[in-house]
């Protein structure tokens, strides 16, 4: 039996990146991985790289540029009259993306002598794991592992109302691959994925309808932000029905009929194709947690503790199998935290300072508080905000929509959190997540030099606000 001082169950962002971490700090790493790709071969990346954040961003790239074609080129200059769209080369572009950074991994793999174990992996004892690989028809084994880190990700939730057919019903991963522009498109949830997706394929011409059973939008994000989010949103044409429960829906091969209940009454609305975007589920499939007694919560969910240990010894779990938000760079700060903690070190997370992005365009992109949450816990707070309307790189864009908000300890001044909707908020906040790691206040951020012209000028302002000395607003 082969033994190894680390193995790592799934190779997504939380599993591939805890055995690279594992290998460099001297031991020997395995990592189980059982993904096929798209190409019929193995793959690593989990979640992320294959059906995630990887393809959906290639998509809603290679759709912006569409859109700015579309509606914004004109006021540049730019003629664009007569553009067409091939969706099957903007399909095989994003699958060539996924490849590259796929292979990446299993480069990356080979160049710290982590050897992937290709198969499904369940656990035997906390020592032991059988692996079946499924690529080919070889034998089960079994190897021994002095530490496990279990990995095992997230899979879509399907709702009773609305099974996935992989047709005319898909899950997040069919609608990375539609071979087509749906005329008619219906979403399920207005989460992050559901408007994400719903942005590629409205700005690719459907006519997208998202039914959400929520009667507020986007409600764990700071609702200034949320409010004029959803206007923008509804005015680049995504219709946004709120307080909408999804009860039923029926199928033939030409459209799919969506029953739902909204002000009391029960209605009915057709699509060509339905996405079904009602958020994820811990994956412990197959992983053998009842035999080998591991503990699962309610929902599914690994129980671990604040070191992402298991209740089996010398088991760690991390990432989406896992409670905290399902990110993927979630994932990978807690399997480098646990490889280390493995090693005898720290190994440090600061789960109050995890970034979130919504890549709508704008985009959408916070980390701390929101001004609802301070309110709600009765911490005093000052606030300064700053809209991109005011900055001349926003106007050289032509992007104007938006605002930062910064939200500082009224007594302190340490920054509680920041609020960004505006071209570029994916890259802004991480200046916001960097001052708050530093437990740096508003003034620190007023008092430091930001390029010029650059939207960063735009944190800087909010940041000068809070003390109300914003320049050019
Ligand atoms: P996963 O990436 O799910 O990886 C788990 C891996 O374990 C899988 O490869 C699976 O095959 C393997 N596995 C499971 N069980 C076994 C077993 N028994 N044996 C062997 N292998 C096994 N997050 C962001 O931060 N930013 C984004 O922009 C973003 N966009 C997203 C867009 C979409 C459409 C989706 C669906 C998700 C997105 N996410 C995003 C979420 C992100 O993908 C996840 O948070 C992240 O992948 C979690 O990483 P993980 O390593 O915990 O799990
Ligand atoms: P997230 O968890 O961020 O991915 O978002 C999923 C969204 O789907 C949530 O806002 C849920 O309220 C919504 N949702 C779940 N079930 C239904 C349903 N049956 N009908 C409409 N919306 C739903």
Request: glycine share 12%; charged share 20%.
């Amino acid at each position: 039996m082969k033994e190894f001082d680390v193995v790592v169950i799934g190779g997504g962002p939380g599993g591939y990146v805890a055995a690279i971490r594992a290998a460099q700090l001297g031991f020997s790493t395995a990592c189980i991985e059982r993904w096929i790709g798209e190409d019929g071969n193995p793959a690593l990346g989990g979640t992320c790289l294959n059906v995630g954040c990887i393809p959906s961003k290639a998509l809603l790239d290679s759709s912006h540029h569409i859109s700015f074609l579309k509606h914004e080129a004109k006021e540049h200059g730019i003629n664009s009259s007569g553009i067409t769209v091939d969706v099957h080369k903007m399909i095989k572009r994003k699958s060539g993306i996924v490849k590259t950074l796929t292979q990446g991994i299993s480069g990356l793999f080979k160049k710290n002598n982590i050897e992937w174990l290709q198969g499904s992996g369940k656990l035997i004892t906390n020592t032991q794991i059988e692996i079946t690989p499924i690529h080919n028809k070889a034998e089960a084994y079994t190897v021994s592992a002095e530490n496990i880190i279990l990995a095992t990700g997230s899979v879509p939730f399907n709702i009773p109302p609305a099974p996935v057919d992989n047709d005319m019903i898909v899950d997040s991963t069919g609608a990375l691959k539609f071979t087509g522009v749906p005329r008619r498109l219906g979403i399920i949830g207005a989460g992050v994925i559901g408007l994400e997706l719903g942005s590629v394929w409205s700005r690719l011409g459907s006519e997208v309808v998202i039914l959400e059973a929520l009667d507020e939008f986007l409600p764990s994000v700071d609702r200034q932000i949320a409010t004029s989010a959803e206007k923008i949103l509804r005015k680049q044409g995504l219709e946004i029905r709120l307080g909408t429960k999804v009860t039923g829906t029926g199928s033939n091969n030409r459209e799919v009929t969506v029953i739902y209940e909204a002000d009391g009454e029960k209605q009915q609305i057709s699509f060509d194709k339905l996405i079904v975007a009602v958020g994820r589920k811990p994956n412990t499939d197959g992983l053998g947690a009842e035999q080998a007694g591991l503990e699962l919560d309610q929902r599914g969910f690994i129980i671990v503790d604040e070191n992402c240990k298991t209740n089996l010894e010398n088991v760690y779990a991390i990432g989406d199998v896992v409670r905290g938000p399902m990110l993927a760079h979630k994932a990978s700060e807690e399997g480098v935290a646990v490889a280390e903690r493995i090693a005898g070190k720290p190994g440090h997370i600061n789960y109050d300072v995890i970034p979130w992005v919504i890549y709508t365009w704008p985009e959408i992109a916070w980390v701390g508080k929101t001004e609802q949450a301070l309110k709600q816990e009765g911490i005093e707070y000052q606030s300064g905000s700053f809209p991109f309307l005011a900055s001349g790189r926003a106007r050289a864009l032509g992007t104007t929509e938006g605002m930062v908000k910064v939200l500082s300890d009224a007594r302190t001044d340490r920054i509680l959190g920041v609020h960004i909707l505006g071209p570029g908020a994916s890259e802004l906040i991480a200046e916001a997540v960097v001052t708050m790691e530093f437990e740096g206040s508003a003034e620190d951020l007023a008092r430091t030099i930001h390029g010029h012209p650059t939207l960063s000028e735009v944190v800087h302002e909010a940041a000068l606000a809070v003390d109300n000395r914003a320049i050019h607003f």
